[in-house]
């Protein structure tokens, strides 16, 4: 994100000294004799589960919120025999110790004993209540990992809400007028098969998690089947599947169960794309259902499943289900062809549309323009329910527009959040003879939405990057300084730079909860989570001494280091030796480009990313927030993600 032209300077703080101030910053309203009883806010944690040796992240969050938070402490303890605490992550823009647009206004301070099991978390508006906690909101997000040698049961976190010191919320009207609930950790027992390998935390990139046990619907109308035909390398399979139309929780669903066996039959080790289309199910969902063997022969074969709706279209490398991983979560002994694979488009739930509208709500000049999917992938056995919710590549998926709705009218799509923030994910329109598609790619699957957000800023109307920046913001992958300025000439640092690219690129978590160990990235710092994530995509390292400088302007010839390395995650060849050579040979000034910083340059060069001045590449010229913009816009456009 970029930093504001003027900051005010921080105010370090011990905790112990932000404990007092949550202390005593209790300037409460006096309570009206014969008024009518106060409901409590309550703060709630997540009540999860989590297998012996993996991580679990467990949200924070600031429920029934009737009076504005301007300041809270908490201790809250835990079996160090069985957990510790990874991380803790804020969440709440208002909870941020530091932002892009301020800095200094609030602090978030937290401090971890894994050798006595207890973390504090402390927050302090400094402002006295301007920018205090007003909204139903996640303050944090814990991330605790489940010891190997952990016994399974159930285990609580737990707070002393009789002292002051470990609990403690100073709110607008009320002191210390919040109740607690949740945290109650289940802890399962580890594989035999070897582990969770493809989880959230590991570093291979794609993942899954484990839910236990299955919860199946009870449909509230009768099911009915039939027979379908599917495709195979376009090649119409009749009667090779069934599909089943029920009513669960008013919602439509149709569920097409694969013949596995005449499928593998018919395919040999051919396969390349098996197409089930299924339309006429209106604004239901639709569930395609193949089983491992299946699956693991597709992958053999880097053949890919599309799910074919009236509401869109999820195309799925089979090898992104990473089937071996699903069956190590299971147990490596479990036949395949008894494991479930479930591929669904789902229309999202109401909770959900409120959320995104909410969202977008709070954004100034933003329309949702279709109901928000949801896509997922589940894996299913014995009762047991692995998630795949990370690949290793980009996945497409589609959301077809509604009758009458003008593609043009979409400025991206987005992804909610666990925050209920709205972030871009990389999105482009296809036009059609009757229906527009938007045409979404992501390492994710989630819940999306469409949105027109149109974005100007008066400082570009006749800058040569205005086309560029305009439709970055319009895609909220850039913002401006200020009140309709973007600022384009400026410099950018290498924190803002590497934040444009992962909002450029959809990257909104790490792929892995190995933590960044960089000397000068303060826990708290708006970028912090940035830095996070770029460490562990494998697209920033730090100097020699450990740090990152985060605040430092970033070079040229950093920023499109940067950017090759990107270049591998999107698909896009990179110069070998020979190329490099050749192609920085036609700038005047390649001499002066350092050795470290000489194939990255030309690979940039090589997909046409820059192209350099009057025959100069400069490439030790700090880089402008506008150019910043015009490189992250061609990558995108290059790797067609956009």
Do not use: C
């Amino acid at each position: 994100m970029f930093q504001p032209k003027k900051k005010r300077p921080r105010i370090r703080r011990t905790m112990s000294g932000l404990i007092a101030l949550t202390l005593l910053s209790s300037l409460v309203l006096p309570s009206v004799a014969g008024a009518e009883p106060v409901e409590p806010s309550q703060v709630q944690f997540a009540n999860v589960s989590v297998q012996a040796g993996q991580t679990v992240h467990v949200p924070v969050a600031l429920k029934k919120s009737h009076f504005g938070v301007k300041a809270y402490n908490m201790q809250i303890d835990y079996d160090t025999s069985a957990l510790e605490i990874v991380r803790i992550t804020p969440k709440s823009v208002n909870v941020m110790s530091t932002s892009p647009n301020e800095e200094g206004v609030a602090d978030f301070q937290h401090e971890i004993n894994n050798a006595e099991g207890w973390v504090r978390i402390i927050w302090v508006d400094f402002t006295g209540g301007n920018h205090s906690i007003v909204d139903e909101t996640q303050l944090f997000d814990m991330e605790i990992k489940a010891k190997s040698n952990a016994t399974p049961g159930t285990k609580q976190l737990s707070v002393d809400q009789t002292d002051s010191e470990h609990w403690h919320f100073t709110n607008v009207e009320h002191e210390n007028y919040t109740e607690l609930s949740g945290g109650t950790i289940t802890i399962t027992a580890a594989n035999s098969g070897g582990g969770n390998s493809g989880s959230p935390g590991s570093s291979s990139g794609g993942g899954s998690t484990v839910t236990s046990p299955v919860v199946t619907p009870v449909p509230s109308t009768p099911a009915v089947t039939k027979g379908v035909d599917i495709y195979v390398n376009g090649q119409k399979q009749e009667q090779s599947a069934t599909a089943t139309t029920s009513t669960v929780n008013n919602l439509v669903t149709t569920t097409v169960h694969v013949d596995n066996d005449k499928v593998i039959n018919q395919i040999g080790s051919g396969l390349r794309t098996l197409l089930l289309p299924i339309t006429g199910t209106g604004k239901g969902a639709v569930v395609g259902e193949l089983n491992g063997k299946l699956i693991k022969t597709m992958e053999g074969s880097n053949a890919e499943v599309v799910i074919q709706t009236d509401n869109g279209t999820y195309t799925l490398p089979a090898n992104q289900i990473q089937v071996d991983q699903i069956l190590n979560q299971f147990g490596s002994t479990v036949p395949l062809e008894d494991i479930t694979i479930q591929i669904a488009i789902v229309p999202s739930a109401t909770s959900k549309q409120t959320a995104i509208q909410a969202a977008a709500d709070k954004l100034k000049n933003t329309t949702v323009i279709a109901a928000p999917v949801d896509f997922e992938v589940k894996a299913i056995w014995n009762g047991q329910q692995v998630n795949v919710d990370r690949f290793n590549s980009y996945v497409e998926r589609s959301i077809t527009l509604p009758e009458g709705v003008d593609g043009s009218k979409i400025t991206t799509g987005v992804v909610l959040q666990p925050d209920g923030s709205l972030l871009h994910v990389p999105t482009k329109v296809i036009k059609g003879n009757v229906q527009d598609s938007a045409i979404i790619n992501s390492l994710t699957n989630s819940t999306y939405a469409l949105i027109y957000h149109p974005a100007t800023f008066s400082d570009v109307t006749s800058h040569w990057s205005r086309d560029d920046v305009q439709d970055l913001a319009s895609r909220l992958i850039v913002q401006g300084t200020g009140e309709n300025v973007f600022a384009p000439d400026r410099s950018i640092t290498r924190a803002e730079f590497t934040a444009v690219l992962l909002r450029g690129l959809g990257l909104h978590a790490p792929r892995s909860t190995e933590a960044a160990s960089f000397t000068d990235v303060k826990t708290g710092s708006w970028y912090e989570d940035e830095v996070q994530t770029a460490v562990s995509y494998g697209l920033i390292s730090g100097y020699a001494d450990d740090s990152f400088r985060p605040n430092s302007e970033i070079t040229r010839a950093e920023a499109l280091t940067i950017v090759s390395r990107a270049m591998k995650l999107v698909g896009l060849a990179q110069a070998d030796a020979s190329e490099t050579t050749s192609l920085l040979s036609a700038y005047s000034d390649s001499a002066k480009v350092q050795a470290w910083a000489a194939e990255p340059v030309a690979s940039a060069i090589k997909q046409e990313l820059v192209q350099g001045a009057d025959g100069k590449l400069m490439s030790d010229a700090d880089i402008s927030r506008a150019q910043s913009a015009a490189i992250v816009k061609r990558l995108l456009a290059k790797a067609g993600l956009i």
